[in-house]
Nanobody, 122 residues
Framework: HVQLVESGGGSVQAGGSLRLSCTAS????????MAWFRQAPGKEREGVAR????????YYADSVKGRFTISQDNAKNTVSLQMNSLKPEDTAMYYC????????????????WGQGTQVTVS
């Protein structure tokens, strides 16, 4: 079965950096989308960044453009999110998600989700 395992969350001061990773297993379809979403307390889950694993095409939410970078290591079935210039408003639980096929950054399109990793910026 499909599994997504996130790692790399933690606490950091404003202006600092963190790198999240998500390793996927249990599927073989190559042209997928993997994405990062986040949910802050009392707020709805929102899309952060998406990468099409076949083409490498990326898409970012306006709130993170220029600060976050999503990348992939196909050999390791891993997608990473490099987060720089972190702000307190980036504090949230971050989730990795997989869509089997092409897609956008709408959470309803995603088929599988990780358990989440907490990012706290103070």
């Amino acid at each position: 079965h499909v599994q997504l395992v996130e790692s790399g969350g933690g606490s950091v001061q404003a202006g600092g950096s963190l790198r999240l990773s998500c390793t996927a297993s249990g599927y073989t379809y190559n042209r997928n989308c993997m994405a990062w979403f986040r949910q802050a307390p009392g707020k709805e889950r929102e899309g952060v960044a998406r990468i099409a694993t076949g083409s490498g095409n990326t898409y970012y939410a306006d709130s993170v453009k220029g600060r976050f970078t999503i990348s992939q290591d196909n050999a390791k079935n891993t997608v990473s999110l490099q987060m720089n210039s972190l702000k307190p408003e980036d504090t949230a639980m971050y989730y990795c998600a997989l869509r089997l096929g092409l897609g956008t950054l709408r959470q309803a399109e995603y088929d599988y989700w990780g358990q989440g990793t907490q990012v706290t910026v103070s």
